[in-house]
């Protein structure tokens, strides 16, 4: 098997460079696509792992277990640290299955036996008879002669919480910082040195995606599955963007349709013919009343009408009043004689200046001469400014008379072309205005009177324009916030077209890239499983064909075809359940006898369920195979297992597990 580092060249090859970074990127992480797809660069290539290449194999060396599963008092499993067959046997309940869970927990802190089954089951790990401290610990030895490495993993008393373990990593006598756990034990996934029961009930019982993913660590492949899911998930969450865009433009467009407001007519033009041609400048101008609509001359009058209020007529009656008193009071009988008694005089002053002293033209009695002269003028001037005053005063009352009609013309330019915008949307309101509009007079008698009416009706129309505006506001406050959440929804789906494009690509590119690794994978690990699936089969009359294993995501599936006396079918169609056991055996075996594992040791629970006499000689064959150069440790309650390696005559340690009462178990050599 190649290493990560192999299979991340290998697939780089195969990658045009528009795609390569993001394949890549997900290859290592979800943290690195995310810094590619955000513009950053993929991460280096990574580097050779510690126990891969055929680096240090490790051996079990002992096991021991306390107050787990079936197992109450301490009880330890001494093992050779060597290639060689140990077998354990016992009958069903003396704590064989709970030895075996022990290792996998050990190093993985699961168990696949456990993995499918309720709560229930996972909830009763604690032994029942143990009431103190529980535990569980595996020592393992590196090849050749290295310091064992002991893992230890502890519940205090009474702690029900399988995840609350307490790690200790011991190399040698020494404990690691933090219960820090080696390099080696990253590669348990991909290499699996267990072997249970579970594991052969995939091949019957595992759904397809499953089954792909318990046999595509064999092959390396279990990196391309990880990068493929990391870039379907981030083009998933793109494209509900979508989706979740293209549903929104359906209801905001029948959101819009059903309003009767020429803003929703005007958002539903400039949505377009669909969400991808929508003007979203333009949309949220709309959504923010920025632009010209249908009502824009009765909203514009609307609103003046409501920012200005009618002038004050009082200032103007009071000044028409007091100069109409000023009038009166000028104008009266002594102001008229006094306009004769200067004219008079000052044709009098003109006779005297023409003709000198001479008595009085008038009176007779008098005499025109020098003192009656300078008399006369005084007086004129006096009557001459009583004239002017005459004149201010009617000046005054023109003016007052003038500014009054200016006002009320004013008022009539400025609010009537308001009352007639208004019409139509306030009809009672603005004809009550434009007839008070009518009906006001420049007649200082009658001007007040018009103007209350004036007023009144100014104010009805300004509280109904002040409403309908309101009305209008808060009835475009959803539709226009609707609009805007659209539009910075669609902005985010523009801003990520070209990442989802590329990440359509890559998952493409990815899918070729892995079907053609697959492919020249998976012939040498077919080669060994129906090397295996021959021995196992015996007087079957089943043939393996090649095992097929394709798709990606949800799709991903293996398939099992087979020939039964020539005739073409599927396996779980024509197997009886002994020939599946044998066949997970065959599927799942290569994977522990690995040349890259780091691990020398498999150990196997319960193997030969349901298998025939003649199976069970072959799996014995197999088993003697593989201890050649393998730790192999087989836990079984079916004697035919230990008989046929004894018929074989292969070398094999042979333990017994026996409980007594109390979960009391004690493994005795046989």
């Known amino acids: ?321 007091d100069a109409a008193k000023e009038v009166e009071a000028a104008t009266g009988a002594e102001s008229t004689a006094a306009h004769r008694a200067a004219d008079l005089l000052h044709r009098a002053l003109d006779l005297h200046r023409e003709g000198g002293d001479q008595p009085c033209p008038v009176c007779g009695s008098g005499r025109l001469d020098a003192a009656w002269q300078s008399s006369a003028r005084a007086e004129l001037e006096r009557l001459t400014a009583a004239a002017a005053s005459i004149r201010a005063a009617r000046d005054r009352h023109a003016a007052a008379l003038r500014a009054l009609s200016e006002l009320c013309g004013d008022v009539r330019r400025r609010v009537l072309p308001l009352a007639g915008a208004l019409a139509g949307e306030l009809p009672e309101p603005a004809a009550a205005l434009r007839s008070a509009l009518s009906a006001m007079s420049g007649d200082p008698a009658t001007a007040h009177v018009g103007w209350e009416a004036l007023a009144a009706a100014h104010a009805r129309l300004t509280a109904a324009a002040t409403d309908w505006l309101g009305r209008r506001h808060d009835g475009w406050r959803e539709p226009g916030a609707a609009i805007r959440r659209w539009a910075d929804d669609a902005r985010v789906v523009r801003a990520e077209a070209a990442e989802l494009d590329r990440l359509v690509r890559a998952r493409a590119a990815l899918t070729t890239a892995a079907a053609e690794i697959r492919t020249s994978r998976l012939g040498a690990f077919v080669a060994r499983s129906g090397d295996l699936w021959r021995r196992l089969r015996q007087e079957s009359n089943v043939d393996l064909r090649q095992i097929v294993m394709s798709g990606t995501s949800t799709s991903r599936r293996v398939e099992f075809p087979v020939a039964v006396d020539g005739a073409e079918t599927s396996a779980l169609a024509v197997m009886s359940q002994g020939e599946l056991h044998a066949l997970g055996l065959a599927v799942f075996l290569p994977r522990a006898g690995a040349d890259a594992s780091p691990f020398r040791f498999v150990v196997i629970d319960d193997p030969v369920q349901s298998m025939d006499l003649s199976k069970v000689s072959g799996l014995a064959e197999i088993l003697r195979e593989m201890a050649r150069d393998r730790q192999v440790i087989v836990f079984t309650h079916d004697d035919r297992l230990p008989e046929a390696i004894t018929r074989l005559g292969a070398p094999a340690t042979t333990w017994e597990m026996i409980r007594q009462r109390r979960s009391a178990v004690t493994v005795q050599r046989r």
């Open 1 to 321: 098997m190649e290493n990560v580092m192999s299979l991340y060249h290998e697939v780089a090859a195969r990658l045009d460079p528009d795609v390569r970074d993001l394949v890549l990127s997900a290859l290592h992480s979800d943290e690195a696509l995310d810094g590619v797809l955000r513009g950053g660069s993929p991460p280096p290539a990574p580097e050779e792992e510690a126990g891969e290449g055929g680096g240090t194999g490790l051996f079990l060396e002992s096991v021991m277990v306390r107050g787990f599963r079936g197992i109450g008092p301490t009880t330890s499993l001494p093992l050779a640290a060597a290639p060689g067959l140990t077998v354990i046997t016992g009958r069903n309940g003396s704590g064989k299955s709970s030895f075996a869970e022990a290792v996998e927990f050990a190093l993985t802190q699961d168990s696949t036996r456990w993995a499918q089954r309720p709560a229930a089951f996972r909830g009763g790990w604690r032994n029942l008879h143990q009431d103190g401290d529980a535990g569980v610990q595996v020592t393992l030895r590196p090849e050749p002669g290295g310091l064992p490495v002991t893992i230890r993993r502890t519940w205090r008393a009474g702690s029900a919480d399988l995840a609350s373990a307490e790690t200790v990593v011991l190399h040698g006598t020494t404990a690691a910082p933090g219960g820090r756990m080696p390099g080696w034990v990253r590669q348990i996934d991909r290499y699996r040195p267990f072997l249970s029961a579970r594991d052969l009930e995939r091949v019957i019982t595992a759904k397809p995606a499953e089954l792909y993913d318990a046999i595509a660590p064999i092959l390396g492949l279990g990196p391309l599955t990880e990068a493929d899911k990391r870039l379907h998930r981030q083009r998933k969450i793109r494209e509900d963007r979508v989706k979740s865009l293209k549903s929104g433009y359906v209801a905001l467009r029948t959101r819009l349709g059903a309003l009767d407001d020429p803003r929703a007519g005007q958002a539903l033009s400039t949505l377009g013919i669909s969400s991808g041609h929508a003007d979203l400048e333009a949309l949220v101008l709309i959504a923010g009343d920025e632009v010209e609509t249908g009502d824009a001359r009765v909203l514009a009058a609307a609103r003046r009408l409501t920012a200005e209020d009618l002038p004050d007529l009082w200032p103007v009656l009071t000044e028409l009043n």
